[in-house]
């Protein structure tokens, strides 16, 4: 066993930890952080419920290694709204009924964020696409699709304001 | 579920990663992506003592042509294809898989790299780097050598690089004009491995096929060339009785086993009807 010392920003806040080695992202986020919002799912890199965004780009955090997170800046489901105002995603989902159970909620919107960052007006089949890697047992996918609509939206029309 | 207990070493060079490969030979485990390595990992599949992260040395990663062919970096992330203008605007074979590799999350950590060195024959880029024709460079101790990708995958997740090689970049030969290539994966969902795939990636002189190679996803034990179906289609003038026989030929000549995917005799028929698509596909964008 070995045991090291990683450092990484989550949130914008710099964490400096001892861990082992074998220690996961997901578990390094919701057990030396305590930062419980990002999920674990299935565990085997299948429904995206632990998805986290790494130097910007979605991952699944239950297939990194912490160590591989060294230097990183990590985004969590817990830095998405600013200054206590929801996130557009987070409204959107609130609005459009973009969630029952709320499992997969928190992967969903950082997968969400990642794509809407690349594409700010995805059309219906590219806002599927870019959440095919996130499972929804409940919802049946349309009013997940209508949340990150809503967001798309109501970010354009904020950036529009600002220009 | 969390894996076994290893040695976890980040070098910065290649030098030093192989230095360590050196040093620890079958007990280390390159970490590049980590997709496929990380699950097995936590199945308890594999349970290597030392686990050498690469991710942190640079110039593993970049796509750019160079010398007549397309050099891709071993480290590349899966996602850096899709969104690679020279990938998507000359290299249709390739930047067809690149979109149906596991999912978006995971395709932004995977490696072009890790998912040939893994040798899995239910992986993507094996069949398609084959209908390439694709070399890959490997490094050791005493410097680097050139693999032809037909010499690659030796057996069932095993390649032909020594314990104390690391692959460092892959290289596909430019297509010669009036070359079309694409791959065809039928799928179950998203993110799930082929039921079937097929790459054929051919070169031709109005309706005659002076050049084709097609190789095959998840349907053998080993990644496989189709050279039957390849001898049905090269020199042939182009019909669809021609490529009837071609997708007949690959169906036969593959070795796929039963599974929650499906029969043999399924695989076999899924085989020979993407071959077709395949190459109807191939052709349309080889005019």
Not at chain 2, 50 to 71: A, H, K, Q, T
């Given at each position: 066993?070995?045991?090291?010392?990683?450092?990484m920003t989550v949130n914008g806040t710099k964490y400096t930890r001892e861990i082992e080695s074998r220690l996961l992202l997901v578990h390094f986020i919701r057990e030396d952080l305590e930062l419980t919002g990002t999920h674990i799912g299935c565990d085997t890199t299948n429904c995206g419920a632990c998805t986290v965004l790494m130097d910007g780009f979605t991952v699944k955090s239950c297939t990194v290694f912490a160590m591989t997170a060294n230097g990183k800046s990590i985004e969590t489901i817990e830095g998405v709204a600013q200054?206590?105002?929801?996130?557009?995603?987070?409204?959107?989902?609130?609005?459009?009924h973009g969630l029952q159970c709320g499992y997969?909620?928190?992967?969903?919107?950082?997968?969400?964020?990642?794509?809407?960052?690349n594409n700010p007006n995805p059309t219906e089949d590219e806002i599927r696409w870019g959440l095919s890697g996130n499972l929804c047992r409940c919802t049946g996918y349309n009013k997940i699709v209508e949340a990150v609509q809503y967001a798309a939206e109501k970010m354009s029309a904020e950036q529009e304001q600002d220009a | 579920m969390i894996t076994g207990?290893?040695?976890?070493?980040?070098?910065?060079?290649?030098?030093?990663?192989?230095?360590?490969?050196?040093?620890?030979?079958?007990?280390?485990?390159?970490?590049?992506?980590?997709?496929?390595?990380?699950?097995?990992?936590?199945?308890?599949?594999?349970?290597?003592g030392?686990?050498?992260?690469?991710?942190?040395?640079?110039?593993?990663?970049?796509?750019?042509?160079?010398?007549?062919?397309?050099?891709i970096g071993a480290l590349t992330r899966e996602s850096m294809l899709e969104g690679s203008h020279l990938v998507q605007s000359r290299y249709p074979l390739l930047a067809d898989a690149a979109t149906v590799i596991a999912d978006p999350v995971v395709r932004n950590m995977a490696t072009v790299g890790g998912n040939i060195a893994h040798a899995?024959?239910?992986?993507?880029?094996?069949?398609?780097?084959?209908?390439?024709?694709?070399?890959?460079?490997?490094?050791?101790?005493?410097?680097?050598?050139?693999?032809a990708i037909d010499d690659f995958f030796v057996d069932f997740f095993e390649n032909a690089m020594e314990d104390n090689e690391i692959l460092t970049e892959i290289r596909i030969p430019t297509p010669a004009s009036n070359s079309g290539g694409a791959y065809i994966k039928l799928e179950r969902k998203v993110g799930d491995y082929a039921i079937s795939a097929v790459a054929v990636q051919l070169t031709m002189n109005g309706d005659t096929c002076i050049a084709a190679r097609i190789a095959l996803t998840n349907v053998n034990p080993v990644p496989m060339r189709a050279e039957n179906a390849e001898r049905a289609l090269v020199g042939m003038t182009v019909t669809d009785d021609v490529i009837e026989t071609v997708g007949e030929e690959a169906g036969a000549e593959c070795d796929p086993s039963p599974d929650l995917r499906g029969s043999i005799d399924y695989k076999r028929d899924i085989t020979r009807v993407l071959t077709k698509r395949a190459i109807n596909l191939a052709i349309e964008r080889a005019h």
């Open positions: 066993m070995s045991k090291h010392t990683v450092t200054n206590g105002a929801l996130h557009p995603l987070q409204e959107g989902f609130w609005e459009k997969c909620t928190p992967g969903m919107i950082m997968s969400a964020k990642h794509l809407l960052s | 207990q290893f040695t976890y070493f980040a070098p910065t060079t290649i030098e030093e990663a192989i230095q360590l490969l050196d040093e620890h030979g079958f007990e280390a485990k390159i970490l590049a992506g980590g997709q496929s390595l990380i699950p097995a990992m936590r199945f308890r599949l594999s349970q290597p030392v686990i050498i992260d690469i991710n942190g040395i640079d110039g593993l990663s970049g796509i750019r042509e160079e010398d007549g062919n397309l050099v899995d024959p239910a992986n993507d880029h094996p069949a398609v780097m084959l209908a390439y024709n694709a070399e890959v460079t490997a490094v050791g101790p005493n410097g680097a050598r050139t693999i």
